[in-house]
């Protein structure tokens, strides 16, 4: 089992760029794939961004590529999304996430989440 805690959300302007983290304790953190879902009011969970075991294959939104990246340093069990050119449709609760069976883009299918952290972009 893991436990996930995100930091890093907040308030900033369009254009403006932001760093998440999420801290994930317990055992072989490692193992899990690891990814971040968003969801803004009224609307659907969405996915945004996932790596791999070994953090060499990623996957993104269509709405989210070129501008964030997602990374995970394994020895200090962290995950990171890199946000650049930040816009007013990413504001939302942006929750990571993590699996250690099939990771597809489908929010159902990752098993341990985090309580969330707020992102809000204003134009």
């Known amino acids: 089992q893991v436990q996930l805690v995100e930091s890093g959300g907040g308030l900033v302007h369009s254009g403006d760029s932001l760093r998440l983290s999420c801290a994930a304790s317990g055992r072989t953190f490692s193992s899990y794939a690891v990814g971040w879902f968003r969801q803004a009011p009224g609307k659907e969970r969405e996915f945004v961004a996932k790596i791999l075991r070994s953090g060499g294959l990623t996957d993104y939104a269509d709405s989210v590529k070129d501008r964030f990246t997602i990374s995970r340093d394994n020895a200090e069990d962290t995950v990171y999304l890199q946000m650049n050119n930040l816009k007013p449709e990413d504001t939302a609760v942006y929750y990571c996430?993590?699996?250690?069976?099939?990771?597809?883009?489908?929010?159902?299918?990752?098993?341990?989440w985090g309580q969330g952290t707020q992102v809000t972009v204003s134009s």
């Open positions: 996430v993590a699996n250690l069976g099939y990771s597809s883009n489908y929010w159902k299918d990752w098993d341990y």
